[in-house]
């Protein structure tokens, strides 16, 4: 019998969820978002092909919780499996810190320990909690299972986690984890299936959203990544700062007498894109305008990436292939060009056309390195994890599809 898994990406102003049924595979048969929360609340839900299921708006000015946003959407959920059981639902955890590192199912002591990572990743984990929190009281009898974005980079060598800082701060987790880890596991495993010669390799993933950063792999498992101890660190990103002197940060204490929360609003929420251009954090809009604040930005964008990607050359001694994922690396041949550009001394020779269109593989036959574009996919990741977790706790009554799901 065929059971249901509904994953939740909650972030500060939408939560993005997928709905899959499992049997002898995962299968998406919905996705939406809840968006602009706290602003005019709306949601929308589309079936696998894109073909809208629901729409539904509040009016402008309400202020709704994520409890009130989840409840239309588990009622919605249940009507449209019919019969089909729900089994769990996956969540979307940036930060698991030191204490989860895997796929966790998660009650009130759990969320306990979970707040306490609070302050590591200020845009993004509070708001997780509160999704979790909201369904555990809609569906109290259902299993929450926390997946983190920390989690595929615990592979990492203790050198490439390690801060030049005393080592007491090092004791506390004061060290580098890494993030996007759901999409470069997803990656991984892509890569696996459709390039095992590639996969087995040294690769560099580079995931490129609202929110960016790029991932070294050797066979398969994460040994370094740009983002740090938060996921502000390594590349320009959307309204996110990337590496920073930590000069700047003094700076702005003591000569603009800058409170902690007024620090974490610049570089979290008005640096980036948006710092650099004032116009948007939106790349597609930046590549449309023509001002010179625009190009400023795209151009400080592509020369951080391809830095930071020279940089994860290190740990991996060499480079057999490069994947661009994420809205950005997706979709955009000409922020892909450019960073390659900057990257041709690898022996990197992407092709133009197949570049053009968004092929699976855009480097020349002759490039040294194989470039590709690997659409990621969180949440079928946080749905496997799931499903595995689900045939873990239960493995006397598994039915043998949930257990080829394992693997
Ligand atoms: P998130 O990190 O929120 O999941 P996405 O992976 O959806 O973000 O990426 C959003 C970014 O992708 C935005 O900057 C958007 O402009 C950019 N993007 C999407 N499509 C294109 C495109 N065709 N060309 C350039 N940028 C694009």
């Given at each position: 019998?065929s059971?249901?898994?509904l994953?939740?990406?909650?972030?500060?102003?939408?939560?993005?969820?997928?709905?899959f049924t499992?049997?002898?595979?995962l299968?998406?048969i919905?996705?939406?978002?809840?968006?602009d929360i706290?602003?005019?609340?709306?949601f929308?839900?589309h079936?696998?092909?894109g073909?809208?299921l629901l729409e539904?708006?509040?009016p402008h000015?309400e202020a709704?919780?994520h409890?009130?946003?989840l409840?239309?959407?588990?009622e919605?959920v249940?009507?449209?499996?019919?019969g089909?059981?729900?089994?769990?639902c996956g969540?979307r955890?940036?930060?698991?810190?030191?204490?989860f590192?895997?796929?966790?199912?998660?009650?009130q002591t759990?969320?306990?320990?979970l707040?306490t990572l609070?302050p590591l990743a200020p845009?993004?984990e509070?708001?997780?909690?509160?999704a979790?929190?909201a369904?555990?009281?809609?569906?109290?009898?259902?299993?929450?299972?926390?997946?983190?974005?920390?989690?595929f980079h615990?592979t990492m060598?203790?050198v490439?986690?390690?801060f030049?800082?005393p080592?007491?701060l090092?004791n506390e987790?004061v060290?580098r984890y890494?993030?996007?880890?759901?999409?470069?596991e997803?990656?991984?495993?892509?890569?696996?299936?459709?390039?095992p010669d590639v996969a087995?390799?040294?690769?560099i993933?580079?995931h490129?959203?609202?929110?960016?950063?790029?991932?070294?792999?050797?066979?398969?498992?994460?040994v370094?990544s740009?983002?740090g101890?938060t996921?502000?660190?390594?590349?320009?990103?959307?309204t996110?700062?990337g590496?920073l002197?930590?000069g700047v940060?003094l700076?702005?204490?003591?000569a603009?007498?800058?409170?902690a929360?007024?620090i974490?609003?610049?570089?979290?929420k008005?640096s980036g894109?948006?710092?650099i251009s004032?116009?948007?954090?939106d790349?597609?809009?930046l590549?449309a305008?023509?001002?010179?604040e625009?190009?400023?930005a795209?151009e400080?964008?592509t020369?951080?990436?391809?830095?930071?990607i020279?940089?994860?050359v290190v740990?991996?001694?060499?480079?057999?292939?490069?994947?661009?994922?994420a809205?950005?690396?997706?979709h955009s041949?000409e922020?892909?060009a450019?960073?390659?550009?900057r990257?041709?001394?690898?022996?990197?020779a992407?092709?133009p056309l197949a570049?053009?269109k968004?092929?699976?593989?855009?480097?020349?036959a002759a490039?040294?390195v194989e470039?590709?574009?690997?659409?990621?996919?969180e949440?079928?990741?946080?749905a496997?994890h799931?499903v595995?977790l689900l045939?873990q706790?239960?493995?006397?009554?598994?039915?043998?599809?949930?257990l080829?799901l394992r693997?």
């Open positions: 019998m059971e249901a898994i994953t939740l990406n909650a972030g500060s102003s939408s939560i993005k969820f997928a709905l499992f049997n002898h595979a299968t998406n919905a996705h939406g978002e809840m968006a706290g602003d005019i609340p709306h929308s839900i079936g696998p092909h073909e809208l539904k708006s509040w000015g709704l919780s409890e009130d946003l409840g239309p959407v588990l919605w249940d009507q449209h499996l019919g089909t059981k729900l089994a769990a969540h955890i940036v930060h698991g810190g030191d204490i590192t895997a796929p966790t199912r998660l009650d759990a969320l306990e320990k707040a609070d845009l993004h509070p708001h997780n909690i509160a979790i929190r369904a555990l009281a809609l569906r109290p009898g259902l299993p929450q299972i926390g997946c983190f974005d920390t989690s615990k060598p203790a490439a986690t390690r030049a800082l080592r007491n090092r987790g060290r890494g993030f996007h880890g759901l999409s470069y997803y990656i991984a495993g892509q890569l696996h299936s459709t390039a087995s390799g040294r690769v993933a580079a490129l959203g609202n929110g960016a950063s790029a991932c070294a792999m050797s066979n398969g498992q994460s370094d740009s983002m101890f996921a502000l660190d390594g590349l320009i990103m959307g996110r700062t590496t002197d930590a940060l700076y702005l204490m003591q603009h007498s800058m409170s929360d007024e974490t609003d610049i570089v979290y008005k894109l948006l710092g004032g116009i948007s954090a790349m597609r809009v590549l305008s023509k001002a010179p625009a190009a400023e795209v400080s964008f020369y951080a990436a391809a830095q930071h020279a940089a994860l740990p991996l001694g060499g480079l057999d292939g490069l994947v661009f994922t809205g950005i690396g997706e041949p922020i892909r450019a960073i390659c550009a990257l041709q001394w690898l022996g990197i992407i092709d570049n053009a968004n092929a699976p593989v855009i480097s020349k490039s040294a470039v590709m574009v690997i659409p990621t996919n949440e079928a990741m946080i496997r799931c595995a045939a706790h239960s493995i006397d009554q598994a039915t043998p599809d949930v080829a693997t």
